[in-house]
């Protein structure tokens, strides 16, 4: 496998790119290419198999859509290119930048994920679509019906692979790829590339050049990373104090589980405009509802858990937290990932940690090669324990009682004026 070092272009321009696909640039005022996107595009254009490894909000979407707006004959109605998402957010998302890229072109673009209504995804493809975008269950199960064909795909792009491998897709994949011609080229984009995606890449790609930005660029310069130290039983007040601190613009609130992300948010939507939830569970319906108000900026507080994290792409995020440490650091990684996307402004990123959590944040600092220094909430403490106790033995939460936890509620009340 062949390694590219990373060395920004002038311009797009310097990218092999036709004028087609430069005039596209140009409309939707794209002026420099990223990183991965200067790595990465002039290899995809030449019909090799590329892994690209890219945290989210990198540029990446582009950096394998207008590869494939070269590749493919907009002059045949056949599904030319298919591009698999872990989620039905993400996918809509990369169907929303294949369109703009298209400007230039008479390419139809069909997103085929669940929760959506499949007539009009039927229709679409009968219609005719030289590129399909979806999630890998929606995907097979049109396969099943004999309404998309993929005989004739030119491009396959696994786009966030490693967190379709986390959320068991790979048997879904592979059904998928093997339906491919092996004559295809295959496009792999992950921000991280643990050994299962390695394994896939190696299965299902011919002699892959790979596009690394190395874990050294993970944790960029744009994000300011805290931890804060804080007892299971004095995560809303901690949570109220912070936000009252800090006043976000907009922030997402992560939580490991949906049950978890539902109880924070019937507390906070009590007494506080502007939040929504988002979990994997949600009907699609009200998925896209929190989402459209996110981005409109009338949902200020977003509670989401990680299955639909990386679908999350909304310049303005100002701030992250991780209200339940994430279980794994790539997840971590991708969190984070969520801020700092807007030239010029910093983003903010604060994980709680609980006394007998300090092995996971080591582990996250080992990841991205930083040590995290600590919070400090004025006139507030959130931990009564001494801070970072790194292997301390764990110790039960204690259960808040109902009139505890009204009692949290009222006085985020109170911190909720300020933010709002």
Excluded: W
Excluded at 102 to 127: E, F, H, N
Excluded at 204 to 231: C, G, H, K, N
Excluded at 236 to 263: H, S, W, Y
Aim: proline residues 6%.
């Amino acid at each position: 496998m062949e390694n590219v070092s990373v060395e920004p272009a002038a311009g797009f321009q310097n990218l092999g790119l036709s004028p087609a696909s430069l005039a596209a640039v140009a409309h939707v005022n794209y002026q420099t290419p990223s990183p991965i996107q200067a790595a990465f595009i002039p290899k995809a254009v030449s019909g090799t198999d590329c892994i690209g490894q890219a945290r989210t909000g990198t540029g990446k979407t582009a950096a394998f859509v207008l590869p494939i707006l070269e590749r493919i004959d907009p002059d045949s109605p056949l599904v030319q290119a298919i591009v698999l998402t872990p989620t039905r957010e993400l996918s809509e998302q990369v169907a929303v930048e294949c369109r703009r890229l298209s400007y230039t072109r008479p390419v139809q673009t069909v997103c085929c994920v669940g929760g959506k209504q499949i007539r009009k995804q039927i229709d679409a493809l009968k219609q005719g679509a030289q590129i399909v975008i979806g999630t890998p269950g929606r995907v097979l199960d049109l396969i099943s019906r004999k309404l998309l064909m993929l005989e004739t795909i030119r491009i396959a792009v696994l786009d966030e692979a490693d967190r379709m491998l986390d959320i068991g897709f790979r048997p879904d994949i592979e059904k998928i790829l093997r339906r491919c011609p092996t004559e295809r080229q295959t496009l792999l984009l992950s921000a991280t590339l643990p050994a299962p995606v390695e394994r896939l890449a190696q299965k299902f790609m011919r002699s892959p050049v790979r596009v690394d930005l190395s874990t050294d660029q993970i944790a960029v310069d744009a994000i300011e990373q805290f931890y804060v130290t804080v007892d299971h039983d004095r995560k809303l007040r901690t949570l109220a104090r912070l936000l009252m601190q800090e006043r976000p613009n907009q922030a997402i609130v992560f939580c490991r589980t949906k049950r978890g992300a539902d109880n924070l948010h019937r507390k906070l939507s009590l007494k506080l405009p502007g939040v929504s939830v988002i979990h994997g569970d949600l009907q699609q319906t009200m998925r896209d509802k929190a989402m459209r108000q996110f981005r409109e900026g009338t949902t200020r507080l977003l509670i989401a858990t990680d299955v639909v994290g990386r679908g999350i792409d909304v310049s303005s995020i100002s701030h992250i937290i991780n209200y339940d440490i994430p279980e794994y650091c790539d997840d971590y990684v991708h969190r984070i990932g969520r801020t700092g996307r807007l030239s010029g402004e910093k983003g903010y990123a604060f994980t709680f940690v609980c006394r007998d959590q300090g092995e996971q944040l080591t582990n996250i600092e080992m990841r991205i090669n930083k040590m995290l220094p600590q919070y400090e909430i004025m006139g507030f403490e959130s931990s009564r324990q001494p801070a970072k106790p790194a292997f301390a033995a764990p110790a039960p939460a204690p259960a808040p009682a109902a009139a505890k936890v009204e009692e949290e509620v009222e006085e985020f009340a109170e911190f909720a004026l300020g933010v709002a």
